[in-house]
């Protein structure tokens, strides 16, 4: 049974809701999963287990909530915000410990994307008699799970471009400052930014001028032991031998030519345990192709990219239209017109329309700046 064949309630709304509630929990710690939760109600609809699932290889939210409810399940109820599992992956599929459960119903809100899997789970349960209904709060399931969905159905991660900016749109001086043109409320917030990402990717030049160590630093973010992958964009191979990416035992992915690879090879920077060197072809302007290096972090099931880089690597993105939000910090502040720009594309523009076109998704005051939010045009709605 579809959404559109049936007419879901407002205690199931309700439920729902609770279930990506819970779901949101596991966000910055279940990748490459998804994250999920669920709500059980026993047969007279009284709440009897919740669960959300919290890592990777940890049992699966509608596992947790089974054993809280335990025999009270039987008869009940399930909210899930995604399609149970059919899948035999780090742990076991899901759908068989719900029918072991004999629940009467099971509500998801949406299918699996994986399009190897989608509807199977759903299929199974409705062969066992079970009753199901898709399609509630579809909306908000997907986009708590907008990495997974990309990667599974267009075969890239979901891509974020963080910019600070003060409000003429300059991201550093003419010598390269930039420490720190936004707030410390606004690098606060960028740090959850990083922590939903599987990557953070970056160019040589930030590494060079700024040797950022690129994680996840926040006391109150919990990643249960996770740190996003490092991705360094390195054309030539200038990678330092003392950066911190390579030196403070993360997980680091160098991408660069093959003339690039070998001279950091030749120079001492050896693929080793933290971190690995591969080359990617060079697209029509010169530069490592961002299209083929989202494909590699596909492969390596990355769900979501955090972009933080200087103008011109930050511009190749936005030219190869790979960007599906741009989160702007814009400071208070005015540095002049011999700052540099957030932005360098790699070709000028004709004419203003050949300009891409984004539509605000979010606008916010963080501390004294304010954080936008904005998706493409042709994406939004």
Not at 42 to 65: F, S
Not at 101 to 106: I, K, S
Not at 205 to 216: E, K, R
Request: aromatic content about 4%; charged content about 20%; proline content about 6%.
């Amino acid at each position: 049974m579809n959404a559109d064949d049936v007419l879901f309630t407002a205690t199931d709304h309700a439920h729902m809701a609770r279930a990506l509630q819970l779901a949101a929990r596991g966000l910055y710690s279940t990748p490459p999963n998804p994250a999920v939760g669920c709500v059980l109600l026993d047969a007279q609809g009284a709440v009897v287990g919740e669960g959300w699932h919290m890592r990777a290889g940890e049992p699966h939210a509608e596992v947790l909530a089974l054993r809280a409810a335990g025999s009270r399940a039987n008869g009940g109820t399930a909210y899930v915000s995604l399609e149970p599992c059919s899948h035999h992956g780090r742990t076991p599929p899901c759908v068989e410990a719900v029918l072991a459960a004999g629940l009467r119903r099971v509500v998801v809100a949406m299918a699996d994307p994986n399009p190897r899997v989608a509807g199977a789970g759903l299929a199974r349960l409705r062969e066992a008699g079970t009753e199901t209904a898709v399609g509630l709060l579809a909306r908000a399931a997907s986009e708590l799970n907008r990495g997974f969905v990309s990667r599974m159905t267009r075969g890239r991660p979901w891509v974020t471009l963080k910019i600070g900016a003060s409000l003429d749109g300059r991201s550093a001086l003419a010598d390269g400052s930039s420490k720190w043109i936004t707030s410390p409320v606004s690098r606060g917030d960028v740090q959850k930014l990083r922590a939903r990402a599987s990557a953070i990717l970056t160019g040589i030049g930030t590494v060079i001028a700024d040797d950022p160590a690129l994680t996840v630093r926040e006391p109150g973010i919990d990643l249960r032991g996770r740190q996003p992958l490092r991705v360094i964009f390195d054309m030539r191979g200038q990678l330092p031998a003392r950066s911190r990416v390579i030196n403070d035992g993360g997980q680091t992915l160098l991408l660069s030519s093959q003339a690039g690879a070998a001279y950091l090879q030749a120079h001492g920077i050896h693929g080793e345990a933290n971190l690995v060197i591969e080359s990617l072809p060079v697209d029509a302007n010169g530069r490592l192709d961002p299209a083929v290096a989202l494909q590699r972090l596909a492969e390596r099931e990355c769900n979501e990219v955090l972009v933080e880089a200087g103008a011109r690597l930050a511009g190749s993105f936005v030219a190869a239209k790979l960007v599906d939000e741009l989160v702007l910090y814009a400071a208070p502040s005015l540095l002049g017109d011999t700052a540099r720009p957030v932005l360098a594309l790699p070709a000028p523009l004709r004419a203003l329309s050949d300009g891409q076109q984004f539509e605000f998704h979010d606008v916010r005051r963080v501390g004294p700046d304010v954080r936008l939010t904005l998706r493409p045009q042709e994406a939004s709605g």
